[in-house]
């Protein structure tokens, strides 16, 4: 499942501080220093303010393929002004909008670092949901419909296939959503989305 969150946030920002004065300084100790392939560029500070999260431990990036998917994330958070808040262990995302008091925005993004098609195609959908505009399309159903076709026209775009798991994921989430909006009472299936409904896949 796919969430998308849509938050004002007209709390002024606050720094929370993490050290303690009561917490003794810790002892020195010679340690060995591994040496470690580069990091993609999401360990740069955004607007020289806030630090990416590191992609997750134990990838590859030296594998062609790995450096291809770093190219990708780096070139799509860097084109839609987009960052992460973090990388999840579960194949699921979350796409967030916070407007502040003063007017500025922050998007926001979560989902698994992308290592294969189908956590590059989880990554791109929310990408796509701040793309269209969260909550440009309604019902909710409409709004996972574009987000995923947004997902899967780009990996065409980019060579990476999309038949097989990521075919089946953007199924089975299409039929989740119009699920869900039918047991909310909706009325009225949108054409786009009429297919996933169960009395016609069932």
């Given at each position: 499942?796919h969430?998308?969150?849509?938050?004002?946030?007209?709390?002024?920002?606050?720094?929370?501080?993490?050290?303690?004065?009561?917490?003794?300084?810790?002892?020195?100790?010679?340690?060995?220093?591994?040496?470690?392939?580069?990091?993609?560029?999401?360990?740069?500070?955004?607007?020289?303010?806030?630090v990416m999260?590191?992609?997750?431990?134990g990838?590859?990036?030296g594998?062609?393929?790995?450096?291809?998917?770093?190219?990708?994330?780096?070139d799509?958070?860097?084109?839609?002004?987009?960052?992460?808040?973090?990388?999840?262990?579960?194949?699921?995302?979350?796409?967030?909008?916070?407007?502040?008091?003063d007017?500025?925005?922050?998007?926001?993004?979560?989902?698994?670092?992308?290592?294969?098609p189908?956590r590059l195609?989880i990554?791109?959908h929310?990408?796509?949901?701040?793309?269209?505009?969260?909550?440009?399309?309604?019902?909710?159903?409409?709004?996972?419909?574009?987000?995923w076709?947004?997902a899967?026209?780009?990996?065409?775009?980019?060579?990476?296939?999309?038949?097989?798991?990521?075919?089946?994921?953007?199924?089975?989430?299409?039929?989740?959503?119009?699920?869900?909006?039918?047991?909310?009472g909706?009325?009225?299936?949108?054409?786009?989305?009429?297919?996933f409904?169960?009395?016609?896949?069932?």
């Amino acid at each position: 499942m796919h969430a998308v969150q849509l938050l004002f946030d007209f709390a002024s920002p606050q720094v929370a501080s993490g050290t303690s004065g009561a917490d003794p300084l810790p002892r020195e100790r010679s340690r060995k220093v591994r040496s470690r392939p580069p990091r993609p560029l999401l360990n740069a500070r955004l607007d020289g303010k806030k630090v990416m999260p590191a992609p997750p431990r134990g990838i590859d990036h030296g594998r062609p393929v790995q450096r291809r998917y770093d190219a990708i994330v780096d070139d799509f958070l860097a084109r839609h002004g987009l960052r992460v808040r973090c990388w999840r262990r579960s194949l699921s995302g979350l796409a967030t909008l916070r407007i502040f008091r003063d007017g500025r925005e922050e998007r926001t993004i979560e989902s698994p670092y992308p290592t294969s098609p189908l956590r590059l195609a989880i990554f791109l959908h929310e990408v796509g949901h701040h793309v269209i505009g969260l909550g440009a399309f309604r019902p909710r159903c409409l709004e996972e419909y574009h987000a995923w076709r947004y997902a899967i026209e780009r990996m065409d775009e980019l060579g990476v296939p999309t038949d097989g798991t990521v075919r089946r994921r953007y199924e089975r989430a299409m039929r989740y959503a119009v699920a869900k909006s039918s047991r909310r009472g909706i009325r009225r299936l949108p054409a786009e989305v009429a297919g996933f409904a169960p009395s016609v896949t069932g």
